[in-house]
């Protein structure tokens, strides 16, 4: 058995390769090392520069339009539209805040002072389902003694604080978030042909020929979602936010902000309206009551009548399968979602009709 063992020849060990194969090894890693760390670096600005990619899709034929209109200056029109969209974004920003700080700022040294008062409420206010009798007492004992009641709930405001604080701090975040992405978006309008061109060569070598499909359709599903979700939130918002500036509902700032939070959110905006609704009718005539009502089921159910008119225009596939990806990804992802969930979901639905059908993709 040992003669056999030694008649056999030995493999000749093959150094070249070795060398190859940990020079590739190492070429590899340190690929991945130099990805890493630039995934790190831009992980900071990853939130603002997919906002810019979706909010630059959505707004890409106004500026074409603008650029027309303009004479052909493409540079102008991208800086005209950022300035546009920053003062959107800051103004009412700012008026809101000064104005919530000036708010808190007085209510602070009048309670201090112990020259708050709080109207009593009206009988109405007991007829609320529900909540309307200990809203009734509470309200009357802060109408006769603001600071003894605000003792009373001294544990529940200390817990209450930091909550508030940190979701004003949020809030002043998701702002200047926003504000870098316009600006992004701003600078890649100038650069949408070149960018669409770079992905259609990414899918293209993904999918093959028919990658610049998935491009095309990218493009379009963002705008219906821009459209069929931000769009008609807006809209809600304004028609709602009018509504309850001229019954005089108070705080009707903030109110319109959850209103277009929740619209966007996919959330039922009759869930603020309805006890705003319920305020208006313990304070008001019948008349205006009713009317603001009226005014306000019809807004807060208006998005059920929009939706099929706007959302999925323009893309290619059922206007379900877009909804569901944007609600799925709101849910998944957070705001970001709504764009991306839908992308993806129409991305898998023509994908997969692409397997029965392959003409689909063409």
């Not at 006769?144 to 544990?155: A, C, H, M, R, V």
């Not at 603020?272 to 208006?280: E, F, R, S």
């Amino acid at each position: 058995m040992s003669m056999e063992n030694e008649s056999q020849p030995r493999k000749k060990i093959d150094f070249d390769q070795i060398r190859q194969s940990v020079r590739a090894s190492i070429s590899i890693g340190f690929v991945a090392l130099v990805l890493i760390m630039s995934f790190h670096i831009i992980k900071p600005f990853l939130v603002p520069i997919v906002w810019g990619i979706i909010i630059s899709v959505g707004i890409y034929p106004l500026h074409v339009r603008f650029t027309a209109f303009l004479g052909k200056l493409p540079k102008l029109s991208a800086i005209l539209i950022t300035v546009i969209g920053l003062s959107i974004i800051a103004v009412p920003a700012a008026l809101f805040t000064a104005s919530t700080v000036e708010g808190i700022s007085k209510t602070v040294v009048a309670i201090e002072d112990e020259t708050l008062k709080v109207p009593p409420p009206n009988d109405k206010v007991k007829e609320w389902p529900i909540i309307g009798q200990w809203t009734h007492n509470t309200w009357s004992a802060a109408a006769q003694n603001l600071t003894g009641t605000l003792d009373k709930y001294k544990p529940q405001i200390k817990e209450s604080a930091p909550k508030l604080t940190r979701a004003a701090s949020q809030a002043v975040f998701g702002i200047l978030l926003f504000v870098l992405a316009v600006i992004i978006a701003g600078g890649l309008l100038l650069f949408a042909k070149p960018g669409k061109e770079a992905a259609d060569m990414l899918f293209t070598g993904l999918l093959g020929p028919r990658g610049h499909m998935i491009t095309s359709l990218s493009i379009t599903t963002i705008r219906s979602v821009v459209q069929g979700v931000i769009g008609i939130a807006v809209i809600q918002t304004l028609f709602l936010g009018v509504g309850m500036f001229v019954i005089k509902v108070p705080a009707a700032g903030i109110l319109a902000i959850l209103v277009l939070i929740l619209a966007i959110v996919q959330l039922p905006t009759i869930v603020v309206m309805l006890p705003v609704a319920i305020y208006v009718f313990s304070v008001n005539d019948p008349l205006p009551a009713v009317l603001f009502a009226v005014w306000s089921i019809l807004w807060s159910i208006s998005d059920n009548l929009l939706k099929p008119l706007f959302l999925g225009k323009g893309v290619d596939v059922p206007m379900l399968v877009v909804l569901v990806g944007a609600i799925g990804g709101m849910i998944a992802l957070g705001p970001v979602g709504l764009f991306v969930g839908s992308v993806v979901l129409t991305w898998g639905y023509k994908l997969i009709l692409s397997l029965m059908d392959p003409d689909v993709m063409q």
